[in-house]
T-cell receptor, first 109, second 116 residues
Framework: GQNIDQPTEMTATEGAIVQINCTYQTSGFNGLFWYQQHAGEAPTFLSYNVLDGLEEKGRFSSFLSRSKGYSYLLLKELQMKDSASYLCAFSSNDYKLSFGAGTTVTVRA | GAVVSQHPSWVICKSGTSVKIECRSLDFQATTMFWYRQFPKQSLMLMATSNEGSKATYEQGVEKDKFLINHASLTLSTLTVTSAHPEDSSFYIC????????????FGPGTRLTVT
């Protein structure tokens, strides 16, 4: 999407922590999603934030600041299987999702 | 729960032919389904919103006469790519919104279309 930005690529070591930042601009906001997508597969839901703050779910956490139009996804204790593309998306008032271009995370041994 | 299926998972067709892709919500009712297209190494782009019992709404730049959408029931939406051309080759993904869960959208596994 043209009004949602995230880094293109990130590389980290197995067991480490990686933070993927996402900034967005929209007039109508109904929540911020993070999805994981492996090559050739559909996205799978990771997290949803509609209020400011941190949502923790196991090794993955997501943060939202609506005033700053900013979110991040935190991946802890990285595993090789976490190598994938991570998509940031915001939902507009009509529930349409606008996706960022995705961040390809490569986990190295 | 909350499973969305797509059929076929992949299809190869000749230029000029039409291809129909089905999207089904298997265990919930979906008044709204969304159709996305994803080209290699790019993100998902919303093509259209499919509403049960009414006409689909298309995003800017998407030809409604080329991409026919029908949402005849609360569990089925179809996308027909008419007169397909090689540039239509892409990964088509649908998602369905569960009316009982305000924000959640569930994605189908996608359909890989290759037009030769």
């Amino acid at each position: 999407g043209q009004n949602i930005d995230q880094p293109t690529e990130m590389t980290a070591t197995e067991g480490a922590i990686v933070q993927i930042n996402c900034t967005y601009q929209t007039s109508g906001f109904n929540g911020l999603f993070w999805y994981q997508q492996h090559a050739g597969e559909a996205p799978t839901f990771l997290s949803y934030n509609v209020l400011d703050g941190l949502e923790e779910k196991g090794r993955f956490s997501s943060f939202l600041s609506r005033s700053k139009g900013y979110s991040y996804l935190l991946l802890k204790e990285l595993q090789m299987k976490d190598s994938a593309s991570y998509l940031c998306a915001f939902s507009s008032n009509d529930y349409k999702l606008s996706f960022g271009a995705g961040t390809t995370v490569t986990v190295r041994a | 729960g909350a499973v969305v299926s797509q059929h076929p998972s992949w299809v190869i067709c000749k230029s000029g032919t039409s291809v129909k892709i089905e999207c089904r919500s298997l265990d919930f009712q979906a008044t709204t389904m969304f159709w996305y297209r994803q080209f290699p190494k790019q993100s998902l782009m919303l093509m259209a919103t499919s509403n049960e019992g009414s006409k689909a709404t298309y995003e800017q730049g998407v030809e409604k006469d080329k991409f026919l959408i029908n949402h005849a029931s609360l569990t089925l939406s179809t996308l027909t790519v008419t007169s397909a051309h090689p540039e239509d080759s892409s990964f088509y993904i649908c998602s369905a919104r569960d009316v009982q869960v305000d924000h959640e959208q569930y994605f189908g596994p996608g359909t890989r279309l290759t037009v030769t």
